[in-house]
């Protein structure tokens, strides 16, 4: 059946070539099976728990996510940030778009965690 150009059809369409085989995903280091299994891990998760319950340590507002703060990278070195501090399509301001301004805004992350720990001190009794 010709199109409205007159042109004829291209016919059936030709048969797809198969895929290649995807790569395996790479085996756990030793390193990691044995944190993923450690104690210093379940501190870490119910510590990271406890930080996202608390407001933004930026504007105060909830809900937020849990930022890993860098060097050294560890599950108790995080800040609670909301959305807008923390995700780079909010554009300056936000974390993820340039770590340096945020830093320069807002404190560099020292005084940032001794807020978290400051917070967590005033919530746990005695």
Not at 29 to 56: F, N, T, W
Not at 70 to 80: C, G
């Amino acid at each position: 059946m010709p199109d409205l150009a007159g042109r004829a059809g291209l016919g059936p369409k030709p048969p797809k070539t198969p895929r290649k085989a995807r790569k395996p995903l790479p085996q756990r280091s030793a390193k990691k099976i044995a944190y993923m299994a450690s104690q210093a891990r379940v501190d870490g998760l119910e510590h990271m728990g406890q930080v996202a319950q608390m407001p933004c340590v930026v504007c105060g507002i909830h809900p937020v996510e849990v930022h890993h703060m860098p060097d050294p990278r560890s599950d108790m070195r995080v800040i609670p940030l909301c959305p807008q501090h923390h995700r780079r399509e909010y554009g300056v301001g936000s974390f993820h778009y340039s770590p340096r301004v945020f830093h320069a805004m807002h404190g560099p992350p020292e005084y940032l965690l001794g807020i978290v720990a400051a917070r967590l001190n005033n919530k746990r009794p005695g």
